[in-house]
């Protein structure tokens, strides 16, 4: 019998989110292990701990956690958000939007490629029920939108959820990393007490107070904008986050986070400075990295503290800890940064209207590019952190169309796919609740 001797003694360090999330996480899933949570100040380019937001595809990992969708929104910890728009982004100057939920499957025929086959010249967003709801500023019960969460709320909320789930919670702050051959032996605390540790995992945001020497690898050649500025915004919560395309960068409105910001490449006075990349190994002997300690995926969207959560969600899965876990934390690593290089890729997508000479870009996203611009379709990609949907929702806002048509849609005669389309796009407004004209 293959018997695997799991980590019992665990310190989780942060003060936000990020951090409390680990330490339920183990907590429910090592029962038998003794969880440490070491609160510490969040640093201010933790984006993942002070702007959570939480898309479709991480919600069932916060539920496992007991903080289902529902609860939060009930509990005035979250509001929704549907869609995304961008302003001003576009080669034609016109507005696109990116749902937050996929649209219903069409029939035979992707939907995009019988929008290019009809030659609308109505917005590709326009069939998406999500954008059309959250345009109108509704939102249905049957959709499932993203969530804005109101950091000390969502952290007060989880904190009360770790103590119920055993986590001890440390009453002084961690003062020095005792490593060993194998890793990090103990942690210090200010007061002078030692806590032996099995595996640490360092959710303290880009400060990296425990996962030091882990190889970071850059992105700013992919994603330049690096200066951020946040200012608090009396704007009504709304189901849409809007971008602006600006000289030197974007400005963004964050309704639900009640926020807005702006970021450009070059510093300018009191904006914060995010450094965009990635941990080459964000597992390393008994030191996993969560949160912006692992990855900063940049300012564009708030992606981080969802790829946070697709790492504890993965972490917990394979539990890649203990003795003779090698070939489990290189599978952990392979899957967990491909998935954060595939929402880099994604992001920088974004981009290609706001930098037309195109500056370095990954050969990754290169492909892709060439592949939709042949033929509308996409590379298939084990661990992609994006919709499909969302992905063609931004390269065909920017412009980008394919060379050949689809042999599908082409059995279909232009007036046929126009009727199919006004067809979907009535069934588009009856789902977002909106009156058909």
Known sequence: ????????????????????????????????????????????????????????????????????????????????????RFDD????????????????????????????????????HTLNPACVAADAGNVPPAMQPALHCSAPALTQGLASLA?????????????RVARGSIGVEALDLSDGRRIAVDLVIDATGPDRLVATGQGFEPWDAYLPF??????PDATPPSPIDRYRAVDGGWSARWPGARASASAKRDASGGA????????????????????????????????????????LALALELLPVGDDMALLAAEYNRRVNQRSDRMRDYLAAH???????????????????????????????DEDSVERDAWIAVLIGQGLRPERADPIALGLSRDEARRALGNWAGQARAAAGKRTA
């Open 272 to 311: 914060m400075t995010i450094e965009p990349g990635r941990l080459a190994a964000p597992l390393r002997d008994n030191v996993l990295a969560l949160g912006d300690a692992a990855v900063q995926p940049g300012l564009l969207g708030l992606t981080g503290f969802t790829l946070a959560l697709a790492g």
């Open 351 to 381: 981009q290609l209207c706001l930098k037309p000479n195109a500056e370095a870009m990954p050969p990754s996203l290169a492909a892709t590019l060439a592949q939709f611009a042949r033929r509308g379709t996409l590379p298939p990609v």
């Open 226 to 231: 690096r200066h951020l500025r946040i200012v």
């Open 1 to 84: 019998m293959n018997i695997r001797n799991l980590p019992s003694r665990i310190a989780v360090v942060g003060g936000g989110p990020v951090a409390l999330t680990a330490a339920i996480g183990f907590a429910q899933a090592l029962p038998d292990a003794t969880v440490h949570w070491i609160p510490m100040p969040v640093a201010e380019a933790a984006l993942a701990d002070r702007w959570p937001l939480v898309l479709p595809s991480a919600q069932a990992m916060l539920a496992r956690l007991d903080c289902p969708p529902d609860l939060l929104r009930r509990h005035g910890v979250a509001t929704p958000r549907l869609a995304t």
């Open 89 to 124: 982004w576009s080669p034609d100057g016109a507005f696109w939007m990116v749902a937050d939920e996929p649209a219903p499957a069409s029939p035979g025929i992707a939907l995009h490629q019988l929008w290019l086959r009809a030659g609308s010249k109505t917005g590709f």
């Open 163 to 175: 103590r119920q789930s055993g986590v001890v919670t440390a009453t002084a702050p961690l003062a």
